[in-house]
């Protein structure tokens, strides 16, 4: 199973990002978002579509339907700067885990 | 708090074997499924191994006879060893969590380790 993301999206502070994860019948599976920051462990910011972890802001959303999940990231601040990426539970894969294939966020 | 610490990475010549660490804290250990993942630069996320709560581990083909997962319930720690290692190999290496019974199936990973570097060069 192969989830495809943007290599990089650029916004502007303040402004609005939204982040895309491709896949064949996606709407049909549970979506994972992470956070990777340089030199840190990576953070979960949306579980199961839309689901907010504990700490994660209000800032951070998630939709899934169709072949496409996206998260958004409302009112984006500097420190939101980060990779990106989406992630599935495939049962019938020999790599049940997959991940997508990553997105760079810059903020401008 | 919930903590896991990775360590062991390392300068490993192609065809050397390591041994990396997860040392797990603020949780109870034996409650949860382990993982490891690794980040190759400018190729994205891979998942390497899994290890549940009754011992059982999982592994994609990519690294089946290579790499050997562990975990000590006592030492509440988590192990990855590998062996036959490549260039290909050169990675960050992430440990992380997730419960056993998720809904659907599908367990998000909800804490990571902040990654060990290993590079396999001659």
């Known amino acids: 199973y192969v989830l495809t993301q943007p290599p990089s999206v650029s916004v502007a502070p303040g402004k609005t990002a939204r982040l895309t994860c491709g896949g064949n019948n996606l709407g049909r599976k549970s979506v994972h978002w992470y956070q990777l920051r340089p030199g840190q462990a990576p953070v979960l910011v949306i579980s199961y579509d839309t689901d907010r972890p504990s700490g994660i802001p209000e800032r951070f959303s998630g939709s899934n339907s169709g072949n496409t999940a996206t998260l958004t990231i409302s009112r984006v601040e500097a420190g939101d700067e980060a990779d990106y990426f989406c992630q599935v539970w495939d049962r019938s894969s020999d790599q049940p885990h997959v991940f997508g294939t990553g997105t760079k966020v810059t903020v401008l | 708090e919930v903590q896991l610490v990775g360590s062991g990475g390392g300068l490993v010549q192609p065809g050397g074997s390591l041994r990396l660490s997860c040392a797990a804290s603020?949780?109870?250990?034996?409650?949860?499924?382990l993982h490891w993942v690794r980040e190759v630069t400018g190729k994205g996320l891979e998942w390497l191994s899994s290890i549940d709560i009754t011992g059982d581990t999982y592994y994609p083909g990519s690294v089946k006879g290579r790499f050997t997962v562990s975990r000590d319930n006592v030492k509440n720690s988590l192990y990855l060893h590998m062996d036959s290692l490549k260039a290909g190999d050169t990675a960050v290496y992430y440990c992380a969590r997730s419960r056993t019974f998720c809904r659907g199936g599908s367990c998000p990973f909800d804490y990571w380790g902040q990654g060990t570097l290993v590079t396999v060069s001659s």
């Open positions: 603020g949780f109870t250990f034996s409650d949860f499924d």
